[in-house]
């Protein structure tokens, strides 16, 4: 074990070496083809096209695991890699392999430079999807004052840099002034991916300073790729005018506010059509990529670079309510396994750093790291001190915005597929790229070490802690099947309450119910049900914003009404995405206790959580009006299930300042208390009333040992509950069944029960129940 990651690296340098010398011969293979074999129809030409695309796979991801390893970036493992692969190691070794592997027949190069090209809409796309302006928002002003410093003393250096280079360096001595807004774009943009990657590292994700760190560079990148935007418009023209200058601004003026408008609500609209209207695989990602490509199409017709439309999608995209984690994990996977290291591994091909070897442009390299590192780290430091930061923040904030990374190598890409870069300038910047991302981690982590956290900080950490342990906070959307009945109002109303307080987006199934009339006036059950989602959703919106002085987009709704509902239909429906399916129907129990088949069927086609809000046997048709000091009872016994559904009472109790009391039945107590089961009874209520505080809501615990579970969540209900919220365990059989115990208080309590199914036992995993808690 201790010896592994020793070995691995040495087993994939080895891996590169012997991959390096397998396909060099091929390459004198397909060399020896025919030319019009090797340029048309034959195999030799998509050899060499599959063989380059192999190489730069095997040996850029081989280098990043590398890196990766060692606490580096495995972004810069794949660029090096290409480096390696380049005129600077494989071409200087062996120049023939590498000239007959890596061709420079325009219509060989041009294969792979697609590839290259598309990757970096991709990268640009993933980029933006990463880009949380939400945590912007939040931050404050801190942010915008480091990111506005961090950009203006960097690219000042770096413009004023170019005015004094060699005219060697630039392609046409009149391309002077573009060459330097490149340049001085080049020094002042961060990586927002590396900078994120060593934050998280660190834990400081959640702390004050990791987030004002990640949000300056992502401010950072906004603008860097609105300034790219406009220098491309003006290399276009060809020099620096007036006119296609402001037209240029205007245009991309127009595009983010039409974008950051209209075009959000067309791209969430398409996403989500895509989700519930297709059938066939993958369909939300090709709809992604439509996107990603209009919105480039229309840059490239402003006459700006397709990146600016590939990174406002990508924005867009990531915002978008219905894009669950699965899909941006789909969308992650190809990008980072193929065009990835594809895309860096020519960016790496490009350079040639046998042209150091001369002593000028050696030391001029020299001069552009240091000019670069003391610019960047000077700008954000001094943003850093106006924003009102001690030293030693400063200096963290400083030490991070110097890693330009993957952004860097595709803004300097642009500029040399542009003609606006040399060659040798381009292995410059590239050199500088790396040398200052490999130096940012160390000095990031020796920075943030020495930073303390105040009590304060500390408290706000340990309850986002909380929420990523949260039952609520992860889902992601949500399903309701109501009718006209008390509980199917009941039940709307209550997911308006859980799905208000992050706009989660909810699709309502209404069933028909011609006994049950509205007032007069009345339109209908539909527009009640979808009436009171929005009540609720309100209510915990405004609960939200003012407990966390955050705005809460409004809950997106679907409404559907459907005759009757099937395990057919539910399941229709289910395959679109739902993190659970709330059931409020006014026939649920038979006279005997048992759940109808009808629910049966419905809970069979959803394969996921499910909430049935149900009338307690001796409780009457109406249901509870939820206000402040209302009491919601939670049975608990320690086990994740029971937890959930305290997640899910203080959820509900937050908007109306209800007040939650947690029941613990010890088993244990009641055969023989031992000190383990004790220190394990406090964990649990301790664990929920950090959970309550977390929510802002009002907590009781009890604890009863002399009782079974029914009769002690009974005789609690008897002194003021309004309702139960129980976490249980749906069990599997013919019957819909969830443990004696939920059947048990069904018929004794008078008030509604709402049973949260967070689990289920397959047929595969069912045993013979031992014991019994709350949630058997």
Not at 149 to 163: D, W
Not at 370 to 389: N, V
Not at 539 to 568: F, G, N, P, Q, Y
């Amino acid at each position: 074990m201790n010896r592994r990651p020793a070995t691995t690296p040495r087993i994939v340098a080895a891996a590169v070496l012997l991959a390096v010398l397998a396909l060099a011969p091929a390459g004198h293979v397909f060399a020896a083809q025919p030319a019009g074999h090797a340029s048309g129809m034959g195999g030799s030409a998509e050899g060499l096209f599959v063989a380059e695309i192999v190489l730069l796979l095997l040996v850029g991801r081989g280098i990043g695991e590398i890196f990766q390893r060692h606490g580096q970036p495995a972004i810069m493992g794949q660029l090096i890699g290409g480096i390696l692969l380049g005129p600077s190691l494989f071409g200087w070794l062996w120049p023939d392999a590498q000239h007959l592997i890596f061709s420079t027949d325009p219509a060989q190069k041009s294969m792979i430079d697609a590839v290259s090209q598309l990757g970096i809409l991709l990268l640009l796309l993933l980029t933006g999807m990463e880009t949380d302006l939400r945590l912007v928002r939040r931050v404050g002003a801190a942010c915008f004052s480091i990111s506005i410093a961090g950009i203006i003393v960097p690219f000042a250096c770096g413009f004023a840099l170019a005015q004094f280079l060699p005219a060697s360096l630039l392609p046409a001595p009149t391309q002077r002034i573009v060459a330097g807004l490149f340049l001085g774009t080049a020094l002042s943009i961060s990586s927002v991916k590396i900078v994120a990657m060593v934050v998280r590292e660190m834990n400081f994700m959640r702390r004050n300073l990791g987030q004002v760190i990640i949000s300056s560079a992502i401010i950072e990148d906004t603008i860097g790729w609105l300034i790219i935007a406009i220098t491309f418009g003006i290399a276009t023209n060809g020099s620096l005018q007036v006119l296609p200058l402001i037209t240029t601004v205007a245009e991309v003026a127009l595009f983010m506010v039409f974008s950051f408008t209209l075009g959000r609500r067309l791209v969430f609209t398409l996403i989500r059509w895509s989700n519930d209207s297709f059938r066939s695989e993958y369909a939300v990602i090709t709809v992604i990529l439509i996107i990603m490509g209009v919105m480039a199409l229309i840059t490239n017709l402003i006459g700006v670079h397709t990146v600016l439309g590939a990174f406002v999608a990508g924005i867009l995209v990531g915002e978008s309510p219905i894009l669950s984690d699965h899909i941006e994990g789909q969308l992650r996977g190809v990008i980072t396994a193929l065009f990835m290291p594809i895309f860096f591994g020519m960016a790496g091909l490009s350079a040639d750093l046998t042209v150091l070897t001369d002593p000028t442009l050696a030391l001029l390299t020299l001069a552009l790291v240091a000019i670069a590192s003391i610019g960047k780290f000077g700008g954000a430091f001094i943003g850093g001190k106006l924003a009102g930061m001690s030293l030693k923040e400063a200096t963290a904030v400083g030490s991070a915005m110097n890693a330009r990374g993957s952004t860097e190598v595709i803004v300097a890409s642009i500029g040399l597929s542009m003609n606006i870069l040399s060659h040798n300038l381009f292995t410059m910047i590239v050199t500088m790229a790396v040398i200052t991302t490999l130096a940012m981690p160390p000095m990031l982590r020796w920075a943030l070490g020495r930073l303390p956290v105040g009590h304060a900080e500390k408290q706000r950490v340990e309850r986002e802690l909380l929420d990523e342990r949260g039952f609520v906070s992860k889902l992601e959307r949500l399903l309701l099947l109501v009718d006209d009945s008390p509980a199917g109002k009941f039940t709307a109303y209550l997911a308006g309450l859980v799905g208000g307080g992050s706009g989660m987006p909810t699709t309502l199934l209404h069933l028909k119910d011609g006994r049950i009339a509205g007032p007069a006036g009345d339109k209908g059950g539909p527009e009640r049900a979808r009436n009171e989602v929005r009540k609720g959703a309100a209510r915990s919106a405004r609960a939200v914003s003012k407990a966390e002085d955050t705005s809460v987009e409004k809950v997106h709704l679907t409404t559907r009404t459907e005759s009757e509902a099937t395990a057919e239909t539910i399941a229709e429906e289910a395959r679109k995405g739902y993190g659970l399916l709330l059931v409020g129907l006014e026939t649920m129990v038979t006279a005997k206790g048992s759940f109808t088949g009808a629910l049966h069927a419905i809970t069979g086609g959803f394969d996921g959580p499910l909430c049935l809000v149900l009338n307690g046997a001796r409780s009457a048709a109406r249901m509870p009006v939820l206000k402040a000091g209302t009491t919601m009872l939670v049975p608990v016994n320690g086990t994740e299930v029971s937890r959930r559904a305290a997640d899910f009472a203080l959820a509900l109790a937050r908007p109306h300042r209800a007040r939650v009391k947690v029941l613990y039945v010890s088993q244990a107590a009641r055969q023989g208390a031992t000190s383990v089961s004790h220190r394990r009874e406090e964990a649990m209520l301790k664990d929920i009333a950090d959970l309550a505080a977390r929510y802002g809501v009002q907590v009781d615990t009890a604890l009863r040992t002399r009782a079974t579970p029914d009769r002690a969540i009974a005789r609690e209900v008897a002194k003021g509950a309004a309702m139960v919220v129980m976490g249980v365990t749906q069990r599997p059989g013919e019957e819909l069944f969830f443990g004696d115990t939920a059947t048990a208080v069904l018929a004794a309590v008078a008030c509604p029960v709402v049973l949260l199914a967070s689990e289920r036992i397959r047929p595969t995993e069912a045993r013979a129940e031992v014991g019994g808690g709350p949630e058997a």
